[in-house]
């Protein structure tokens, strides 16, 4: 069985995966076995799929044209060619004529010889018999879904010849309405990683399934025998209507054994005061776009915070200055570190995390003076608490004007009595159903830090021998006081199941290879109920199995695909009736249509509210002085889970512009407590920043100190997620492990901290040096009422000769024409369109070093200033892609004509011609153009650091479409020519016009804000045209007469005029 | 053999009062002084010569195998980052040009102008340009990240019908770098024909013979054969003159034309050519005054000669002081904010350290030689030499990267930092340059044997005490 497996792999990654560097020859002269799939023979798992996959194609009977038909990707094999083929023989049968001799040799000469060093020749399999809805070269979409943790992502990922090669968001799921985060992104980079797990392990030696299900099997006998006492199972936390049956079958079947969930950056404190309030733990989705008026308490809901692709979308359309004018959103910011969310906030209060809690309480006592019933403060006093600041009073009269339309969100750092608290205010807003929903998480299962307490000491004390961990990598992101390694060495039998083989894995007995999600049958609910399938688009890469697999075995003792076990549970509760039809309706959608589970009609418990806060009063009074800790999920590694993704290290990060590490953020002000050379940030010069240690609760952490203006004074904030070892040869060893602090009782943050410098310093590489914009119009912006009377931006535009041509310039009139417009006022600098464009134009990871150099690839990167006071600045930013500039001054420098002017006004790269003289990019006033100092993309994305040995996996996820360009070429944003090319083709032989909208650039179309617009300028209704009429409407540098086709619209601010008028 | 008096007031072109040449020789005492050192025997060849052109080949050597690794891992061994796309290798082709200059300033302008003290440095000169070209023609070879390609930028007919860009300022310097590169071999190799003849005529064993047989090209020192050489001679003067304005205008360009604030400005073309002539004399300076010494040919290149050359070293470092003075006003009176900042970026930024050092090495040092005593102190002339070189590489410095590094958006601003690479080559480079110069001394005639014996009194034997008189 295994042999036909490893054979039916091979074919298939021979017929199906031909990457791009695999096009050259096609030459085939051996005979070709497809494995034989008859019944009687020995069915494997893939093979079963096959099976199936052909069962419900022949079913279909409602076929619509394939391009617009996303079904599972097992839908479209066929099994029909099952028997032995012979392809025709022909060279080595036939005498070799004195022709045919010289022609073989002198080929063999050139191209062994000469080109052979440079220009990889592979050989590839064609289809034997092409498939049916496979037509090569034309990509097929699929709609799948992507979880972490509790948070789900309705993805449509386009599939090459059977390969997924780029993740986009599924305009049907309310997760995403076609928008994707930079991790859903990147996520499919992780696919393809060589690093991940590829068999199951026993005591660090290679097994098998069949013999886990085996040993098992024995295990299972007794365990049943005594109802699975001692068994505990520790998970992520999950939502997943399959994963939710199963864990109640699980408990059925093992009525003693445990079920633990844990997560280190959850929304628990959020859950926890939801109930405080309610009595149930209910999900909580906020519609941004009803919003006038937003405080954020700590919460950086554009970006860390659950559901963020969709906040962002909501608040741009709130932000939305054409549509909404002078009365656009206003977003009060409370937060201790800058964050993007902190970014675009009209008004900004840098305000330590551990405070938070009393602006909370004083923003309740102000509202409640202003008239507002906020419920379940009757019995506290909390005079005390009140805050003497305009803010509060400006707020409270904002929330009240726009009772129903305003909303207070706290965040997933906040303890749970501001969450409640914060439900009362808006409860006493009328906010609920209106601008902030709850729903019942009827499917998911949170992290509990009790519960995982609890379980920690039973595997201390001998309560739990065995211990099965299903996902996630608690000996690496377990709180540090729980000793959890030392523990789960006692367990009898410890089972790991993970992607990679990691901290948790290496000291588990068994470890089990988790299928990627690309890889996976599953299904999971959105925040607001929704639910989806998670279907595969490739068989597993590996001998991997899903944790809806493991869990099916660990139940039972038999295995089953993770495509039946989610059949059954859909076909049994969800859509019990005409299953068939509906399932490849789901498939196909991605999502169940209009299953919006019912807003429960929420309730404030009085009572239980006020006596909850009551008991956790104390976290008020500890709110105390002296420095305080601060952990924060990355928003590159997440919580290290992405340690192992090159284009995330590489991703800079929004507000610091770090790559490749983590850092402990302080403000100017407690740097100077400490003597820190604050010269040294933000200049050109500084590669080495000085080291700082950490002493916390005992704990001590070495890890450089980043200096960054608007933050809380006495704060320190530290990303978790980085200081890997065991994540492979990407994450191993990259930045620093702060989860070695990070105690139970200080989650979130926690004071008592004192610092001290080393005396060490260490290198770091940012993308971005400098940080102010020296008064340059560079991101101009103006308040949104007087904007609308005098129609001015600021910084104004500098005085600029007559642009006049001295010569008669070259009229760009034939439609179409490019070009793109990037509305500043709604992007959040959230870093999505980086990553696409890294996913669609297959832009190398240079590495740290490289990247410290000021070598990395990004085509567009996105560049912060920090504007007004030292003590709290605004920060803004700016996407920089090619401008396309009509008179590009990059191209009159090149001598070889290598970059040209097209008739479509794309300011096209030729690689073939390109000699690498460099004088383009210096010649670029906005500096997009990256150079190949090395052959970056030689053995895979990742070779600067992977070496140069060809990846063959990771070549797979190189997008065909794409050129990969080699070392001493010139490159840059091409407005995803690739994208334009093919929508004028589809367009041709549809027989119809091309759509404004047809064609849509990766950052655009990834876009969660919506922020850039695309298409013909001189069609006068695209959607680009009338953006670039709009009087927000500039361009970079356009004193200089380069005529860029990409522009800008300029930030709309909408401060207060009680704050303004005080400061 | 006279040593230098320090009291000689003639100026350079006044033939028959103070000697240029000075102990008096006779055409024969000039003929074997300087052959001599051309035919030692290789057993007699100095010691100091082999040390010395071991040192230059093992630097030579090194910069070879250090090309290689270029070539072979990619042009990301050196400093090079995103903002500032032109480092060393530019800065040293600009250097190197520059360099290239005195060379044909002195065979032509000033063979021209009938300065007639230049025939004893003029050889030299030539030699040291050429050579100075050679140098700098490798970087633009090796420092296009596909330098096996980099024939493209010759406009060569191929199938593909692929013409070079010729509106690319690059492409400019190709022409110009090469013309200067072909009119200033053949204008050295012209003249040394009679001097290669001479040394055939000495010839003692067959192959010197033969080989100089070649080279001499059958020259007889026939009346007719001096009257077509000197025609030809001229011809090339003519023709090598506006080279030598042309070649380092067109390099400036490569800047000019650019849009970077710091590059594009107007002066570049006076001010490049200034400057190129400001560092050739010193090159030549340096390279002369060690020469003289150990080949003791104080006879030839006299003291006056060298002071000569310290006052155009002093015009020309008080051009490029003005140059640079008159940058700063016009940032300052154009009023744009992208090229003010550069230069104060340039003063006070960074960069500073660079801009401070060239601005003490070109301007300052230089303004010595406004006293008589400083233009005819041997060592100071030598150490100044040397911080005008360091001076003048480190313009091209400051013009190359501290512009780039600093332009229009704050957010790609960044901090070029060479690398052992972008050092060793350059370093190198001196290897090649001077490797080529001790073959040079070692094979062929340092000083132009007959012009030289065209400026001794001998040559004039016509009752030279009247050689004013037309009537005579």
Not at chain 1, 264 to 269: A, I, Q
Not at chain 1, 302 to 310: A, K, R
Request: aromatic share 10%.
């Amino acid at each position: 069985m295994s042999s036909l497996n490893n054979k039916d792999n091979k074919t298939t990654s021979e017929e199906m995966w031909s990457s791009v560097y695999e096009r050259r020859t096609v030459k085939d002269s051996s005979k070709i076995e497809t494995p034989n799939t008859e019944l009687d023979a020995p069915v494997s798992r893939l093979e079963f799929l096959r099976l199936m996959g052909a069962s419900m194609l022949n079913n279909k009977d409602n076929k619509t044209t394939s391009e617009e038909m996303w079904s599972s990707v097992y839908e479209r094999r066929t099994v029909k060619d099952s028997s032995k083929i012979e392809t025709p023989n022909t060279e080595l049968d036939a005498p070799v004529s004195r022709l045919e001799f010289l022609r073989l040799m002198g080929a063999s000469i050139t191209l062994a010889g000469f080109t052979g060093c440079r220009r990889p020749l592979e050989h590839i399999v064609p289809y034997v018999k092409q498939p049916e809805e496979i037509i090569p070269g034309v990509p097929l979409h699929y709609a799948t879904t992507m979880s972490i943790g509790e948070d789900v992502f309705g993805l449509v990922v386009e599939s090459h010849e059977g390969r997924p090669t780029k993740i986009e968001g599924n305009e049907k799921h309310p997760s995403n309405l076609g928008k994707a985060s930079s991790l859903n992104q990147a996520s499919i980079l992780s696919l393809y990683d060589p690093d991940r797990s590829k068999s199951v392990m026993h005591d660090e030696s290679t097994e098998t399934w069949v013999n886990f299900i085996s040993y098992w099997r024995q295990l299972y006998t007794q365990m049943k025998g005594n109802n699975g006492d001692g068994l505990a199972i520790l998970t992520e936390s999950f939502s997943s209507p399959s994963l939710l049956r199963l864990k109640n079958e699980f408990l059925k079947e093992f009525p003693k054994a445990a079920w633990v969930c844990y997560d280190p950056v959850s929304n628990e404190t959020m859950y926890e005061g939801i109930a405080g309030a309610t009595g149930k733990p209910f999900k909580q989705v906020n519609r941004y776009d009803k919003a006038e008026v937003i405080v954020s308490l700590d919460c950086d809901f554009l970006l860390t915070e659950t559901d963020n692709v969709v906040n962002s979308h909501n608040f741009s359309k709130s932000r939305n200055f054409e549509k909404r004018k002078s009365a656009i959103n206003r977003l009060y910011c409370v937060e201790s570190t800058y964050s993007i969310t902190g970014s675009m906030a009209d008004h900004r209060l840098p305000l330590r995390c551990s405070e938070i809690i009393k602006f909370c309480v004083a923003l309740a006592m102000e509202l409640r003076d202003q008239a507002v019933p906020i419920p379940g403060l009757d019995k506290i006093d909390l005079n005390q608490y009140r805050f003497d600041h305009s803010w509060l009073k400006a707020i409270a009269s904002d929330l009240i004007i726009a009772k129903g339309k305003g909303l207070v969100v706290a965040g997933k750092k906040q303890p749970g009595f501001v969450h409640a608290l914060v439900l009362a205010i808006n409860s006493g807003l009328e906010n609920i159903n209106k601008t902030v929903h709850y729903y019942e998480g009827k499917y998911s299962q949170s992290s509990s830090i009790s519960d995982f307490s609890n379980l920690v000491s039973k595997m201390s004390n001998g309560e739990v021998n065995n211990l099965i961990i299903l996902g996630g990598n608690p000996v690496y992101n377990a709180p540090v006081d729980f000793n959890f390694s030392t523990n789960l060495k006692k367990m009898q039998t410890s089972i790991h199941v993970s992607p990679y083989y990691d901290e948790t894995s290496s000291l588990t007995n068994w470890h089990i290879p988790q299928s990627h999600f690309l890889e996976s049958w599953g299904d999971a609910a959105s925040t607001d109920g929704t639910l989806s399938v998670i279907q595969p688009l490739i068989a597993p890469l590996f001998s991997s199995k899903t944790i809806l697999e493991c869990l099916h075995a660990i139940c039972y003792g038999t295995d089953k695909s993770g495509h039946e076990i989610v059949r059954e549970t859909w076909s049994n509760s969800i859509i019990p009736i005409s299953f068939e039809k509906n399932w490849r309706q789901i498939l196909h959608d991605g999502l169940l249509p209009n299953n919006h589970s019912n807003l429960s009609s929420l309730k404030i418990d009085r009572g239980r509210l006020s006596k909850y806060l009551l008991s956790q009063q104390g976290l008020l009074s500890k709110a105390g002085t002296g420095l305080e800790l601060v952990f924060q999920s990355s928003p590159a590694v997440f919580d290290g889970r992405f340690a192992n993704n090159g284009w995330l290290q590489e991703l800079p990060d929004p507000i610091t512009k770090l790559m490749w590490d983590n850092v402990a953020l302080i403000s100017p002000k407690t740097a100077e407590k400490i003597n820190i050379d604050l010269n040294k940030f933000g200049s050109l010069k500084t590669k080495n920043y000085q080291m700082m240690t950490l002493f916390f609760h005992g704990r001590e952490l070495d890890i450089p100190v980043y200096v960054i203006p608007g933050l809380a004074d006495d704060s320190v904030m530290v990303t978790l997620g980085y200081g890997r070892t065991k994540s492979g040869q990407i994450g191993n060893n990259v930045g620093f492990d702060t989860y070695k602090i990070r105690t139970s009782a200080n989650l979130n943050y926690g004071s008592d901290l004192k610092i001290s410098l080393t005396g060490n310093s260490y290198p770091l590489s940012t993308s971005q040096d400098y940080r102010k914009m020296e008064g340059r119009p560079l991101v101009r912006e103006a308040v949104a009422s007087s904007f609308i009377n005098n129609g001015t931006l600021t910084p104004a535009l500098p005085m600029s000769p007559d642009l006049t041509p001295l010569w008669k310039s070259h009229k760009y009139d034939k439609s179409p024409q490019w070009g793109m417009t990037i509305d500043l006022n709604v992007c959040t600098g959230c870093n999505a369109c980086v990553i696409a464009c890294q996913s669609e134009n297959n832009i190398p990871v240079v590495g740290k070093k490289e990247a410290g150099y000021g070598r990395e690839m990004h085509w567009i990167r996105i560049d912060r200033y920090f504007t007004g006071s030292e003590q709290n600045p605004k920060m803004v930013k700016q996407p920089v892609p090619c401008m396309h500039c009509e008179n590009a001054p990059c191209e009159q420098v090149c001598p070889v004509q290598a970059t040209n002017h097209d008739k479509e006004g794309l300011n096209v790269m030729v690689y073939n011609r390109c000699i690498g003289t460099r004088y383009c990019a210096n010649n670029c006033p906005y500096k997009v153009r990256r150079f190949n100092f090395y052959n970056f993309t030689k053995g895979g994305p990742e070779t600067r650091i992977r070496g140069e040995k060809p990846q063959e996996l990771q070549k797979m996820s190189q997008n065909p479409d794409v050129t990969v360009r080699s070392r001493g070429v010139m490159e840059k944003c091409t407005y995803c020519v690739q994208r334009i090319n093919q929508g004028k083709i589809n367009s041709k032989t549809a027989g119809k016009k091309l759509k404004d909208g047809d064609i849509k650039t990766a950052c655009q179309q990834t876009c969660p804000a919506g922020a850039i617009s695309f298409g013909d300028i001189t069609k006068k209704d695209s959607v680009v045209s009338k953006m670039k009429e709009l009087k927000r409407n500039y361009v970079l540098l356009g004193e200089w007469h380069t005529k860029p086709r990409t522009s800008y619209l300029g930030v709309m601010r909408n401060p207060s005029n009680e704050i303004e008028s005080v400061s | 053999m006279s040593t230098d008096n320090g009291n000689s007031k003639i100026e350079s072109n006044s033939v028959g009062c103070t000697p240029l040449i000075t102990g008096n020789p006779t055409f024969s005492s000039i003929t074997g002084r300087i052959s001599e050192i051309v035919e030692l025997e290789v057993k007699k060849t100095p010691k100091a010569w082999f040390i010395a052109f071991g040192i230059t080949s093992t630097m030579t050597m090194a910069m070879s195998a250090m090309i290689g690794w270029l070539l072979w891992e990619g042009t990301g061994i050196w400093g090079l980052q995103n903002p500032a796309g032109w480092g060393w290798a530019i800065v040293n082709f600009v250097f190197w040009v520059g360099i290239g200059h005195a060379g044909t300033l002195i065979s032509a302008i000033l063979f021209l102008f009938r300065q007639k003290w230049r025939t004893s440095i003029n050889r030299f000169a030539e030699a040291m340009t050429i050579f100075a070209v050679i140098c700098a023609g490798m970087f633009p070879g090796i420092h296009v990240g596909r330098a096996w390609v980099a024939y493209w930028m010759f406009p060569l007919p191929n199938q593909m019908s692929m013409w070079p860009n010729f509106r690319s300022p690059l492409l400019w310097d190709v022409f110009a770098v090469s013309t200067y590169f072909t009119v200033s071999c053949l204008f050295w190799y012209v003249g040394l024909i009679p001097d290669l003849a001479t040394l055939r005529d000495r010839a003692t064993n067959k192959i010197r013979k033969i080989v100089y047989g070649i080279f001499a090209l059958g020259w007889r020192g026939g009346n007719r054969q001096w009257q077509h050489y000197e025609k030809a001679y001229l011809i090339l003067a003519g023709i090598a003159t506006p080279l030598v304005l042309s070649v380092h205008t067109v390099v400036s360009f490569d800047f000019a034309v650019g849009v970077v604030p710091g590059w594009h400005t107007t002066i570049f073309p006076p001010y490049f050519v200034a400057g190129a002539i400001f560092s050739g004399f010193a090159m030549v300076m340096t390279l002369a005054v060690i020469a003289r010494k150990i080949y003791s040919l104080e006879d030839f290149i006299t003291l006056n000669h060298l002071e000569c050359m310290n006052k155009i070293m002093l015009v020309t470092g008080t051009m490029v002081g003005y140059a640079y003075a008159c940058e700063f006003f016009i940032a300052w009176y154009g009023g744009n904010v992208y090229e003010q900042s550069i230069f104060i970026n340039r003063a006070k930024g960074p960069y500073s350290w660079a801009y401070w050092t060239m601005v003490t090495c070109n301007v300052i040092v230089p303004q010595l030689f406004w006293f008589r005593k400083f233009r005819r102190n041997i060592p100071w002339m030598f150490v100044a030499s040397i911080l005008i070189n360091i001076g003048m590489w480190f313009e091209r410095f400051v013009i190359t990267v501290t512009s780039l590094s600093q332009d229009f958006l704050p957010s790609s601003w960044d901090y070029y930092v060479p690398t052992v690479f972008d050092i060793g080559i350059f370093i190198g480079s001196f290897g090649l340059f001077l490797t080529l110069f001790l073959l040079f001394l070692r094979f062929l005639p340092m000083i132009a044997i007959a012009e030289v014996k065209g400026v001794i009194p001998q040559a004039d034997p016509h009752h030279y005490e009247h050689h004013d008189d037309e009537k005579h």
